[in-house]
């Protein structure tokens, strides 16, 4: 099939839940992807910060094929290795002592609410609010959708749960008057994603620990976009020198395969007893799998330090369009979530990259979001950019 074909056949029977972009791709390799009409690209958007390891990446694709030659699925009424080993690398590699395994970013965070709220009944009842972020985006189940501090993904929703408010990102005085005795936990992204990549001042994560300590409120962290190595460090909470009570984690953490994780303190997870929580496919072996190798690729000692090197590469690039350019008003950004604020909307940018055979994304409007394979080489990120700055300086 042609992209046009297979365009066609998609609107017509696909729920138009999403703008998609017209083209289909069809093979990968490292931060090249192909087209059905066999154009290349390089990705500077990693299937929205899913690909961390670069398209079809050998070693998860062996973990996979041979745990398809063993068994696809065990229930989780019975145990199985793959599940075991991520729970055991998660916790080895966190600060956390148990995790809940699931499919999805957003069902990782309706079990940190979830959790959050069984724990606050566990204090005697009276904690069961949940303050997250203006700007943020935390998932379009109810619950999480309701968490987003974003109006657009509500519209035509309501009745919503009840129990969530809101704060402005990074402004710990409204923190401070937010957090109260009926607040069981705050969320929180360490930089907003799909907010426009909002970096925090430094301090703000240790004030809002401060502050959920003081408070006895739990810290939620959603590590959905940034976690799995995108800032640097495994996880991003540790350029913070805090650790949450729980984190969520999705998209990268098997390379491509679907999987949610919930990790939390053991004293917060023991809320969760039999038959309070659980999913068909959370954990499902082959996923598991996927994620195992995906960590113990990420953990090798060469791995994170390779990947703080390409991205400060990757970051002087931008820094030198940036310059140049008088559509870019900033570049903001940590390891390789990197972003660029225009003056203007971006989609005209993306398209005409996309024409040149780069893919970029544009979120927040006038935002350039960048989030490409930690694999790609300085090579690449160079011919890259050099596309970018054809199109933002010209
Ligand atoms: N949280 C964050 C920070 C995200 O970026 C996303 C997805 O973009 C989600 C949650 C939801 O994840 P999913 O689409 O896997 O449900």
Known sequence: MTNRDIITRSDAHLMPTYARTPVAFVRG?????????????????????????????????????????????????????????????????????????????????????????????????????????????????????????????????????SGFRYVPYDDLAALDRALTDTTAALLLEPILGEGGVVVPSPDYLAGARRLCNERGVLLILDEIQVGMGRTGTLFAYEQSGITPDIMTLAKALASGIPIGATLARREIAVCFGPGTHGSTFGGNAVAAAAAVATLETMIAPDFLPGVRKRAAH????????????????????????????????????????????????????????????????????????????EVLCA
Request: glycine share 8%.
């Open 314 to 389: 990757f970051r002087a690039g931008l820094e030198r369009i940036a310059a140049r350019s008088p559509k870019v008003k900033d570049v903001r950004g940590v390891g390789f979530i990197q972003g660029l604020q225009l003056v203007e909307s971006g989609a005209p940018v993306v398209a005409a990259c996309l024409a040149r055979g780069v893919l970029l994304n544009c979120t927040a409007d006038t935002v350039l979001r960048f989030l490409p394979p930690l694999v790609i080489s300085e090579a690449e990120s160079d011919q890259a950019l050099a596309i970018l700055a």
């Open 29 to 161: 390799e490292g931060a090249h992807l192909w087209d059905a009409d066999g154009k290349e690209y390089l990705d500077l958007f990693a299937c929205l910060a899913v690909a961390n390891l670069g398209h079809a990446p050998r070693a998860i694709a062996d973990a996979i094929n041979a745990q398809t030659g063993k068994l696809f699925h065990v229930s989780n009424l019975h145990y199985c290795e793959p599940q075991a080993r991520l729970a055991e690398l998660l916790c080895a590699h966190s600060f956390a002592d148990q995790v809940f395994l699931c499919n999805s970013g957003a069902e990782a965070n309706e079990a940190a609410i979830k959790l959050a709220r069984r724990w606050g009944h566990a204090q005697g009842g009276t904690r069961h609010e949940i303050v997250s972020a203006l700007g943020s985006f935390h998932g379009r189940t109810l619950a999480t959708l309701t968490a987003t501090g974003q109006e657009k993904v509500r519209v035509g929703y309501q009745p919503l749960p």
